[in-house]
């Protein structure tokens, strides 16, 4: 158990459902956690969703806001893990002006050397995009800042969890060891205009 702060990427799955993104923002802000990156997508399973939020916190503290986000009823499950965990990228976009950029840079070079892709090229602006770790996409920030960098963007965390083997198959092992009651026909469900008249 670490003593001191670190990285955590937090990963839920859920259903879809209007409000719970603020139910789950509501759990970190009244424990003062500050959310470094949050990104939601659809994930390997239709109708479900992954939440991929990163923060810096004590593990204690992590593991208790876990269970309390699995509490959560559209809340299937929700996992934390360390960088070393997870494999993971971060998309980035870079805005600089075509007269310097292509004048003063050897774009090929800074392409190949960062990886990265012109995305746009026009008269007044180029955008770059590349994809990786913060410190990657920092670091052409830096070389990008002289030739006048005029914006700069980059999106949340994305991850997949390198000792899973997808959501779906948690799922199925969930319903073999979890097996659902059996279902109940409601009495009045074929009666609705009868009970539930205006």
């Known amino acids: 158990m670490s003593t001191s702060k670190q990285e955590f990427t937090v990963t839920v799955y859920t259903e879809n459902q209007i409000g719970l993104l603020n139910r789950i923002a509501i759990m970190f802000s009244r424990r003062k956690i500050n959310v470094e990156s949050l990104n939601t997508s659809p994930s390997e399973v239709d109708g479900i969703h992954r939440f991929t ?33 997870i494999v993971w990228q971060e998309l980035a976009m870079y805005k600089v002006p075509t007269d310097e950029i292509a004048e003063k840079v050897k774009v090929e070079r800074l392409l190949r050397e960062y990886g990265a892709r012109a995305v746009v090229i026009r008269k007044d602006y180029t955008v770059f995009e590349t994809t990786g770790h913060r410190e990657e996409t920092d670091k052409l920030i830096s070389v990008l800042e002289p030739y006048g960098l005029i914006e700069f963007v980059r999106s949340a965390r994305v991850a997949i969890i390198k000792a899973s083997s997808g959501f779906h198959e948690k799922l199925k092992e969930f319903e073999e060891t979890v097996p659902s009651e059996e279902v109940v026909e409601n009495e009045f469900l074929n009666r609705n205009d009868e009970v539930f008249t205006m």
């Open 53 to 85: 939020i990163v923060i810096n916190e004590f593990e204690e503290v992590v593991k208790k806001l876990v269970r309390q986000i699995e509490k959560q009823v559209e809340v299937l499950r929700a996992y934390y893990n360390t960088g070393d965990e």
